[in-house]
C-alpha cells in the first residue's frame, strides 16, 4: 500500500462476523426435505447454541419433516399435501411439535413470527407462502428462484412495501450481492453469471435426444433436487438466474450475461465503468451460500472445504452454446419481454420437466414444449402485464394447462 493511502478501519468494515450475544434468530424452513432445507438444517445444526427452529414444511415426505421436525426441536411442522397428515400427526406424537396440513398450513408457517424465513420450496408452488413471508416484513432468504421469475415485480413490490429484506440463497446471486461496491447500480457495465454446462456441455445436439432422467440428474459439480438438476442440464437454470437477477438487482436485460465456467469456482463477474471486475469464488457448496443469506450482512463460519486454487490450477470459460441449449435462449427473450411472459415461461418448464423426469418426454423436447406454449401463449392473447399476486397465479393456472395440452398435441 502506498504511504498517504487512508486504511480503511476494520471496525467501518460493512461486512463482520457474527458476535455472541447477536443472535439466535428463529428460522423457519419452507422446503425443509429438500437439498437446500437440509444443508440449512445442517448449517442450523452446526450453530444450534445461536438458532432456533420456528416452523418447518414439506409437501410428502412425512418422515423425513417429522425426524427434521425432532432433531431441531421445530415449533411447527406443515406438510402441504393433507394425505399425509395423519402419518405426520403420528410420528410428532409426544413431540411438542405442532402440526398442520395443506397449502394454507403453508402460508400459515409462513407467516409465524420468525427472523428469517428460508423460502426452498421447489417451482412456483412456492410462491404464496414466499410471498405470505415478505408481505408482513419478514426477512426471506430466497432458495425459490421460480417464484421471482413468476412475480418479480410484483414480489418486489411486496417486500418494499412491507421494508422487508430479500436475501439471495443461489450461489450466483449471492457472489453478485458480495460484489456489489457502494458505488451504486449506475456504476455497473454488466454483470455475468457462470454456468457450469451441465453434464451435456460438451454433447452433440443429436447426443442431447438421447438423454434420460437419470443421466440429467447426475449434476458434475452440485448436489441438488431432481428439477434444477434438469435446469441445469437445459440450461434453463441459468435463463432463471438471468431473470431472477434482474429483479433482485434492479438490472437491464442488456446488463445481464451468462458465461460457461465448468469448475464451478468463480459463480459472478461484475464489471463496473472503470474497467474494474469483481470475481466472487468459493467451492461449489451450497452452504456458503445458505451462510450468506443467513448472516448477512455479517459473516457466519461454516465446515465447507475451503477453496485450494493451486490444486485447482485451471480455470475455464466459454461461451454458452444456444443453438444446442435453447433454453437459455427462450428464458432471455421471455425476460426482454417482460410482464407474463416469464410466469408462461416457468410454468411450462415445469410442466415439461415433470413429464421428462416421468418418462413422457424426451431431453430436447423440454426447450421444444416451453416455446411451443409460450407461441400459443402469445395467439391466445396471454401476454399481458401483471400486477398482482392473483393474476399472477392466474397465469400460472393457465400455462400449465395450455403447456398440458400443447405436450398431448406433440
Ligand atoms: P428439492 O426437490 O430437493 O426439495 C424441494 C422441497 O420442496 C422439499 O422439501 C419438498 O417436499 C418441497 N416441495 C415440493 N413440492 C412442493 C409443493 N408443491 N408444495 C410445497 N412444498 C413442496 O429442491 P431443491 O432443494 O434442490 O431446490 C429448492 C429451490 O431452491 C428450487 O427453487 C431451486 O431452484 C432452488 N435452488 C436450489 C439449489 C440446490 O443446490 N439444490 C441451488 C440454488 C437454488 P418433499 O420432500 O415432501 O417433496
Redesign the pocket.
Known amino acids: 500500500m502506498r504511504s498517504g493511502t487512508p486504511q480503511l478501519d476494520i471496525e467501518d468494515a460493512p461486512v463482520r462476523a457474527i458476535g455472541e450475544g447477536e443472535l439466535p434468530r428463529r428460522v423457519s424452513v419452507?422446503?425443509?426435505?429438500?437439498?437446500?432445507?437440509?444443508?440449512t438444517l445442517d448449517l442450523l445444526a452446526y450453530h444450534s447454541a445461536r438458532f432456533e427452529v420456528v416452523a418447518l414444511?414439506?409437501?410428502?415426505?412425512?418422515k423425513?419433516?417429522a425426524e427434521a421436525a425432532r432433531r431441531h426441536r421445530a415449533e411447527h411442522a406443515v406438510?402441504?399435501?393433507p394425505d399425509h397428515y395423519l402419518e405426520l400427526k403420528e410420528l410428532l406424537a409426544g413431540s411438542g411439535t405442532t402440526v398442520a396440513a395443506g397449502?394454507a398450513g403453508?402460508v400459515e408457517a409462513a407467516e409465524r413470527p420468525a427472523d428469517c424465513i428460508m423460502?426452498?420450496?421447489?417451482?412456483a408452488?412456492?410462491l404464496e407462502?414466499t410471498f405470505a413471508a415478505a408481505a408482513q416484513g419478514t426477512r426471506v432468504a430466497l432458495?425459490?428462484?421460480?417464484?421471482l421469475v413468476s412475480a418479480g415485480s410484483v414480489f418486489m413490490e411486496a417486500v418494499e412495501q412491507a421494508g422487508g429484506e430479500l436475501i439471495p440463497?443461489?450461489?450466483e446471486h449471492s457472489a453478485v450481492l458480495q460484489c456489489l461496491d457502494r458505488g451504486g447500480r449506475e456504476a455497473i457495465e454488466c454483470v455475468h453469471l457462470t454456468a457450469s454446462g451441465g453434464p451435456f456441455r460438451a454433447w452433440e445436439r443429436s447426443r442431447l435426444a438421447t438423454a434420460t432422467p437419470e443421466m440429467a440428474t447426475r449434476h458434475p459439480n452440485?448436489?441438488?433436487?431432481?428439477?434444477?438438476?434438469v435446469?441445469s442440464a437445459t440450461l434453463m437454470?441459468k435463463g432463471?438466474e438471468l431473470i431472477e437477477a434482474k429483479h433482485l438487482f434492479g438490472l437491464d436485460p442488456g446488463q445481464l450475461g451468462v458465461v460457461v465456467h465448468p469448475q464451478s469456482v468463480i459463480h459472478c463477474l461484475v464489471s463496473y465503468l472503470d474497467g474494474s471486475v469483481m470475481a466472487h469464488m468459493s467451492t461449489p457448496d451450497?452452504t456458503t451460500?445458505i451462510a450468506v443469506s443467513l448472516a448477512w450482512p455479517r459473516r457466519m463460519s461454516t465446515p465447507t472445504d475451503r477453496l485450494d486454487l493451486v490444486k485447482l490450477s485451471t480455470l475455464t470459460f466459454e461461451r454458452p452454446d444456444e443453438q444446442r441449449f435453447p433454453s437459455l435462449r427462450l428464458a432471455r427473450e421471455a425476460m426482454e419481454r417482460g410482464g407474463s411472459a416469464p410466469a408462461i415461461l416457468n410454468a411450462a418448464n415445469e410442466i415439461a420437466v415433470e413429464q421428462f423426469l416421468a418418462g413422457k418426454l424426451g431431453f430436447l423436447d423440454i426447450a421444444a414444449l416451453v416455446e411451443q406454449t409460450l407461441c400459443e401463449a402469445e395467439r391466445l392473447g396471454y401476454l399481458c402485464e401483471v400486477t398482482d399476486l392473483a393474476g399472477v397465479l392466474e397465469v400460472d393456472r393457465s400455462a400449465r394447462s395450455l403447456a398440458r395440452s400443447c405436450g398431448q398435441m406433440a
Open positions: 419452507l422446503g425443509a426435505t429438500g437439498s437446500v432445507g437440509t444443508s414444511t414439506a409437501q410428502r415426505n412425512a423425513a419433516l406438510i402441504g399435501d397449502p403453508l423460502a426452498a420450496i421447489v417451482g408452488a412456492g407462502p432458495a425459490n428462484k421460480e417464484c440463497v443461489d450461489s452440485w448436489s441438488m433436487g431432481a428439477k434444477i438438476s435446469d437454470n432463471l451450497m451460500p
